[in-house]
């Protein structure tokens, strides 16, 4: 299959690589497009024969089920079972980087949700992936565009390198802002728990909703026994092929061990900006200044496959404090890392 590629600048947006993208999902096709998080791979939602297509083009295990996306918060109504919080959640965040799950309605297959009797919506905020959903009229599927198990893909190249063959087409939007998945939550009554950290942070959360849990599998490994609350917490993510290991430590001890490890072994470092002039230049990544958490969000996918083309046989980063959006770095990070910090 020939991937047809279609730039578009989220400014100026063309309205015709809009409508022919729109059409490929009408009729049963996958298109890969940009949003605030990272690029989506969509298909019609309602349209079973097409999320399997999905499956297949991602290599993704068919239970893990995908997130639909809405032009509007209401037009969730459709597709799902709301509740007065949804609404409450969606004024505050939507559109936005915020999934919610919900009691599916009959129009959405299960070959869309793994099974499940529940969905996951989502109203996203980039104004290209608004106009493809609005023009398409009814619901995109999309997990990220990544082959399973690869970092998701935060720009159009890195959707082609995965993907370019597999799919109808890919909108080329440039870089995604967040650069990190939404975060999602469940609803339960009037509480929320966070399956996924993301862009809305547990603490924006809480100015919606007085009570807000974190699920265990954010910060910590499942055990072998233990069913998901969402069954994407049971794969590995965004695994780089070399080892990753996450130190844990003062700043500038860590600094000193990046600058060991460059000396003495094949490593290649994902730093911070203050700590390059203490660097070699060879095999680094400046993910972003110390205190600049949304930087560090929107570069650590593409630092991830950076750092993985070196050839290093391991890679070493900052264990990120988990705190505000530095959580949905650290979830990322740990599972890159299956869980390997070093203390130092
Ligand atoms: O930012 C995002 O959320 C991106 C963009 C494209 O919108 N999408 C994304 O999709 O990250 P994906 O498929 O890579 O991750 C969706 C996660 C999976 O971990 C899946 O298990 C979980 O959402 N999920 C989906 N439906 C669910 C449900 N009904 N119950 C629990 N978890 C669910
Ligand atoms: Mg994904």
Known sequence: METAIYKVDSEHI??????????IIKNGGLVAFPTETVYGLGADATDKTAAKKIY???????????????????????????CELYYK????????????ILKKKDIVPAEVTGGLDSVAVRCPSHAVARELIAATDVAIAAPSANISGSPSPTCAEHVIGDMSGRIDAVIDGGVCDIGLESTIVKIDGDKVTMLRPGGITADALGCVCEHVEIAAAVTEALKADER???????????????????????????TEFFANAQKNENAAIICYSEELPSLSSEKVIDIGARDDLATQAQRLFSALRESDGF??????????????????????????????????
């Open 14 to 23: 063309d309205k015709s690589a809009i409508v022919a993208c729109a059409k």
């Open 56 to 82: 297949s083009a991602k290599g993704r295990p068919s239970d893990n089920p995908l997130i639909i996306h809405v032009a509007r918060p209401e037009d969730a109504e459709r597709y799902a079972y709301t």
């Open 89 to 100: 959640l969606a004024e505050a965040f939507m559109p936005g980087p915020l999934t919610v």
């Open 228 to 254: 998901p609350l969402s069954p994407g917490m049971k794969y590995r993510h965004y695994a780089p092929s070399a080892q990753l290991v996450l130190l844990d430590g003062e700043d500038s001890d860590v």
């Open 311 to 344: 050839g290093a046989d391991i890679i070493y980063a900052h264990l990120p404090r988990q705190e505000g959006l530095g959580l949905a770095l650290y979830n990322r990070l740990i599972r890159a890392a299956a869980h390997t910090v070093k203390k130092i």
